[in-house]
């Protein structure tokens, strides 16, 4: 109980929250990094997982493909991708080794929820005349949106959690602040440096589940197909 009393008294020390090693800039950094790795994975996933679930073709070989890189630790493409070219561009080679590990389950969660759509459904949207577009964006994207958010939240979660990782390649972020305390032999800022994490991973689900309670009911049904 010392040391979570020490890291407690870390925490409520005003004098850790300010200034550019405070805990309020370290949380921007770290929020502004999983943003952006997040929008960068869905773009990348998200057209490819939608465009292949609607054709019904290639899309096992593309989720068994990007799972691949669930058996990579991040940190060791993290470590490769710094003895790269990448390594000289700043935040590069943390924001590919972040994207890279939120592909799959944005993905596969995609891909999966378009399959799922009822093909009676899509037939009779065929029967009255739509074309494949008509099809993707009416009838199969919606009914798949749930799934495909379930994807989303899973990514976002995960990227809070890993982001930490900007650290050991000289970025920003919470991070920031364990790897200080390592420097520093301070078990009690490296203990509260761990639970700003965890508490910043814990807000993000629950503002998912917040949004979900105020989805319409369609968007409410998800399942957790990925996680």
């Not at 929820?113 to 008509?134: E, I, L």
């Not at 930490?164 to 420097?183: D, H, P, S």
């Not at 965890?198 to 990925?226: C, K, Q, T």
């Amino acid at each position: 109980m010392t040391t979570l009393g020490d890291a407690w008294s870390w925490l409520t020390d005003p004098a850790h929250w300010a200034g550019d090693d405070g805990i309020w800039h370290r949380l921007t950094q770290h929020l502004v990094l999983t943003v952006v790795c997040l929008l960068l994975s869905c773009l990348i996933a998200l057209p490819v997982a939608l465009v292949l679930g609607h054709l019904g073709k290639g899309g096992a070989l593309a989720v068994n493909i990007s799972n691949v890189g669930r058996a990579v630790p991040t940190f060791a493409v993290l470590v490769l991708l710094l003895l790269t070219p990448l390594g000289t561009w700043g935040d590069g080679p943390t924001v590919v080794a972040l994207v890279l590990f939120a592909v799959p389950p944005l993905l596969t969660n995609a891909y999966v929820g378009m399959r799922g759509v009822d093909r009676g459904v899509v037939q009779a949207a065929r029967g009255m005349g739509m074309t494949g577009r008509q099809m993707l964006w009416r009838v199969e994207l919606p009914l798949a949106l749930p799934l495909v958010l379930s994807g989303i939240r899973i990514a976002a979660v995960q990227l809070v959690a890993t982001a930490t990782i900007a650290a050991l390649a000289g970025g920003g972020g919470l991070g920031r602040i364990i790897t200080a305390g390592f420097n520093l032999a301070s078990t009690p800022q490296v203990v509260a440096g761990a639970i700003l994490v965890a508490v910043f991973a814990l807000l993000v689900e629950a503002a998912f589940e917040v949004a979900e309670r105020f989805a319409p009911g369609w968007a409410r049904n998800r399942g957790r197909a990925g996680g």
